[in-house]
């Protein structure tokens, strides 16, 4: 005859029971000693995370984001003193308006302003909108030194224009013509303002100066990001 094994004989009793009788001690499926299992699970989803909101729900028109004065005095005898609202399917993420013209003797002094906006929204999967500004503005002086058509390139950084701006001035060439030009980008929270600025000098006119561009696509941005509300 077999010994008698007691914890044989409790699991074979246990077994035996209703379901709802494991609940009691003795049968429970930990350790003999008959200690209670104190572990609970832990939740299967992670809370989403959180952003901070947007500061700017909304963008200006980029044709009337500089005063008139302004734009006769960047683009003399523009074509359009209101300037060209480039299509744009959500204005309230992008917008963007063009002036040029031509001045001078036959109007060989030529000169070309675009104002660009961008907003970003705050999400959990793309994170907040100032972080996606700060990424978009460096893409967009990036962008210069990538285009093999761009030289003599050169950056700086310009204070007292929104949390921060960048001046980017170089030289390129369009149909076998020269032209010099400046592109200042500058970023306020979650809103990102572009100026391209850029001129020649048709039938022997000069270009115009590099100083002049630079401070001129510095005011337009300023005024620019003033509208922004």
């Known amino acids: 005859m077999h010994p008698f094994d007691p914890r044989l004989a409790r699991k074979i009793v246990c077994a035996a029971v209703a379901a709802p009788v494991l609940l009691v001690a003795g049968c429970s499926s930990g350790s003999d000693d008959g200690g209670d299992d104190k572990s609970t699970a832990s939740p ?14 909304q963008l200006p028109d980029p044709c009337k984001s500089l005063p008139k004065d302004t734009v006769e005095d960047t683009v003399p005898n523009a074509d359009n ?22 001045h001078g003797k036959n109007n060989a002094n030529y000169r070309s302003l675009t104002v660009s906006l961008k907003r970003f929204e705050s999400g959990p999967s793309v994170g907040s909108g100032d972080k996606q500004a700060q990424r978009y503005l460096k893409e967009e002086v990036s962008t210069v030194a990538a285009d093999k ?23 390129t060439a369009k149909k ?18 572009t100026i391209d600025y850029e001129g020649t000098g048709f039938e022997g006119a000069d270009q115009p100066s590099a100083d002049d561009l630079r401070k001129k696509a510095a005011k337009a941005a300023k005024e620019t990001l003033a509208t922004v509300k």
């Open 176 to 193: 076998k013509q020269d032209y010099r030009v400046n592109r200042t980008v500058t970023r306020n929270y979650n809103v990102v303002v």
């Open 44 to 57: 299967s989803g992670k809370p989403s995370p959180t952003v901070a909101p947007a500061k700017f729900e």
């Open 149 to 171: 058509d761009n030289k003599k390139a050169t950056d700086e950084q310009v204070s007292g224009l929104g949390q921060e701006a960048v001046s980017i001035g170089y030289e």
């Open 81 to 102: 003193v209101k300037g060209k609202n480039l299509t744009s399917t959500d204005t309230q993420r992008y917008g963007s308006c063009l002036w040029s013209g031509g």
